[in-house]
């Protein structure tokens, strides 16, 4: 059924645009969806006991596992994990300048500066990622007020260099954990880092409820205060206490979290076993190579990402995608560009990059590559071997006319 590719095909393909060697589009972040007799018996037992949103049985359900998994006091779910984590800046009451790594997905950026704060753009450490120590005490600012840090990839972030700063600094810690459910550091779940961590829980994330997110924190008032403003400030009936606006999780999507939730295990096992069948598809392949994973912790794996070196693959980072969109394999370049390069930050600072060049090399770097359980470990050989051929041909691909 999956043709197997010579090196004159794949080099045909990828030019002239023949048959690709997947019939049907492998995606980064297909959804996982849980057992779907389970979520259906809990959408009957929803519509029958009437009860949608507002705090119902499943919302308090999913909050309690998250919470109990994570080794959390307190789990606040939301509508979305921007939404989260924009509530969450509001209720910290963080001001001025926020501290944040231009590598990552926009909404965390977007969400310091909707809540009227200023995202200050930090240098990553090329071998987490994740924001650099040493970079992060250059960009502090008497304005400063809170350093944002992202586990990208679900890498966690140097989590007791920066407690260190953050305390001698008197600045507040938090963490865009969206990536890393499930995922521990120093054998600590993430989730208990920082003063408050946020999740999301889009239906491209590990843990999917259609559109959600989540704030866990050991701090009760913090928690409190969230939940009066994802609820327009109510307290009881008839009584807002604070501004607040409608932050809340639907039981539909609650019910779909919880079902997520119960095959976790079952996907970082796929997730684990894929990261090894690639690790051994792309060992010989020049100029390639996977991004280092947190040896000795738990991690689910949700995101296979390469490394193009062009000076060994012969080829760029672009090129090669294009190649594999070609074949099917649908591969992305999170996060390409940095926050810093999109608007309105590039017109806000249009200097930016000088302080961030990690940033730049990573981000014209990397390829994220489809895993999860949609994937055959056939494929991944055969994707293997559309890189492999790829770069065998590479001064052919790379003089083609596009
Ligand atoms: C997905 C994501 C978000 C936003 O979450 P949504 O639930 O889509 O609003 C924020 N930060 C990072 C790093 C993400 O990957």
Same mark, same amino acid.
């Given at each position: 059924?999956?043709?197997?590719?010579?090196?004159?095909?794949?080099?045909?393909?990828?030019?002239?645009?023949?048959?690709?060697?997947?019939?049907?589009?492998?995606?980064?972040?297909?959804?996982?969806?849980?057992?779907?007799?389970?979520?259906?018996?809990?959408?009957?037992?929803?519509?029958?006991?009437?009860?949608?949103?507002?705090?119902?049985?499943?919302?308090?359900?999913?909050?309690?596992?998250?919470?109990?998994?994570?080794?959390?006091?307190?789990?606040?779910?939301?509508?979305?994990?921007?939404?989260?984590?924009?509530?969450?800046?509001?209720?910290?009451?963080?001001?001025?300048?926020?501290?944040?790594?231009?590598?990552?997905?926009?909404?965390?950026?977007?969400?310091?500066?909707?809540?009227?704060?200023?995202?200050?753009?930090?240098?990553?450490?090329?071998?987490?990622?994740?924001?650099?120590?040493?970079?992060?005490?250059?960009?502090?600012?008497?304005?400063? &007020?809170?350093?944002? *840090?992202?586990? !990208?990839? #679900? $890498?966690?972030?140097?989590?007791?260099?920066? %407690? /260190?700063?953050? +305390?001698?600094?008197?600045?507040?810690?938090?963490?865009?954990? &969206?990536?890393?459910? *499930?995922?521990? !550091?120093? #054998? $600590?779940?993430?989730?208990?880092?920082?003063? %408050? /961590?946020?999740? +999301?829980?889009?239906?491209?994330?590990?843990?999917?409820?259609?559109?959600?997110?989540?704030?866990?924190?050991?701090?009760?008032?913090?928690?409190?205060?969230?939940?009066?403003?994802?609820?327009?400030?109510?307290?009881?009936?008839?009584?807002?206490?604070?501004?607040?606006?409608?932050?809340?999780?639907?039981?539909?999507?609650?019910?779909?979290?919880?079902?997520?939730?119960?095959?976790?295990?079952?996907?970082?096992?796929?997730?684990?076993?894929?990261?090894?069948?690639?690790?051994?598809?792309?060992?010989?392949?020049?100029?390639?190579?996977?991004?280092?994973?947190?040896?000795?912790?738990?991690?689910?794996?949700?995101?296979?990402?390469?490394?193009?070196?062009?000076?060994?693959?012969?080829?760029?980072?672009?090129?090669?995608?294009?190649?594999?969109?070609?074949?099917?394999?649908?591969?992305?370049?999170?996060?390409?560009?940095?926050?810093?390069?999109?608007?309105?930050?590039?017109?806000?600072?249009?200097?930016?990059?000088?302080?961030?060049?990690?940033?730049?090399?990573?981000?014209?770097?990397?390829?994220?590559?489809?895993?999860?359980?949609?994937?055959?470990?056939?494929?991944?050989?055969?994707?293997?071997?559309?890189?492999?051929?790829?770069?065998?041909?590479?001064?052919?691909?790379?003089?083609?006319?596009?």
């Amino acid at each position: 059924m999956q043709m197997r590719v010579s090196s004159k095909s794949v080099a045909d393909l990828a030019i002239r645009g023949g048959a690709p060697a997947f019939r049907e589009a492998l995606h980064v972040g297909r959804p996982n969806l849980g057992n779907r007799e389970d979520f259906l018996r809990r959408v009957n037992q929803m519509l029958d006991r009437n009860w949608l949103s507002n705090d119902g049985p499943f919302v308090q359900d999913f909050e309690a596992r998250i919470a109990e998994r994570l080794g959390v006091r307190h789990c606040a779910v939301f509508t979305n994990g921007t939404v989260a984590l924009e509530l969450l800046i509001l209720a910290m009451g963080l001001h001025g300048e926020v501290i944040v790594p231009s590598f990552t997905f926009i909404a965390t950026a977007h969400a310091v500066l909707r809540q009227g704060l200023v995202p200050v753009f930090c240098d990553v450490d090329p071998s987490t990622a994740c924001l650099d120590p040493a970079q992060v005490e250059r960009r502090i600012t008497p304005r400063t &007020s809170a350093i944002l *840090g992202v586990h !990208c990839w #679900g $890498r966690a972030c140097p989590v007791d260099t920066l %407690a /260190e700063i953050a +305390s001698r600094h008197r600045l507040a810690l938090l963490y865009d954990a &969206s990536h890393a459910f *499930g995922n521990s !550091c120093g #054998g $600590r779940m993430i989730g208990g880092f920082g003063r %408050a /961590e946020v999740f +999301s829980f889009h239906c491209t994330k590990f843990l999917q409820s259609f559109e959600g997110g989540a704030v866990v924190t050991d701090d009760d008032e913090l928690d409190a205060k969230l939940r009066l403003i994802r609820n327009f400030g109510f307290n009881g009936v008839d009584n807002v206490v604070s501004i607040g606006t409608n932050g809340k999780m639907t039981e539909v999507a609650a019910a779909m979290g919880i079902t997520s939730l119960e095959s976790a295990d079952e996907v970082v096992a796929v997730n684990t076993r894929n990261r090894r069948l690639y690790e051994d598809a792309l060992k010989d392949v020049p100029g390639i190579s996977l991004f280092r994973s947190d040896v000795g912790e738990q991690q689910n794996h949700q995101y296979l990402v390469a490394l193009v070196a062009p000076s060994e693959s012969g080829l760029s980072r672009d090129l090669l995608v294009d190649v594999l969109h070609a074949e099917n394999v649908l591969a992305r370049r999170y996060f390409h560009p940095g926050c810093h390069r999109m608007e309105p930050y590039r017109t806000m600072d249009p200097a930016a990059g000088r302080f961030l060049p990690q940033t730049e090399r990573l981000s014209s770097a990397v390829i994220v590559l489809p895993t999860g359980p949609q994937l055959q470990p056939d494929d991944i050989a055969l994707i293997g071997d559309i890189l492999s051929l790829a770069v065998d041909n590479a001064g052919l691909l790379s003089s083609a006319p596009s």
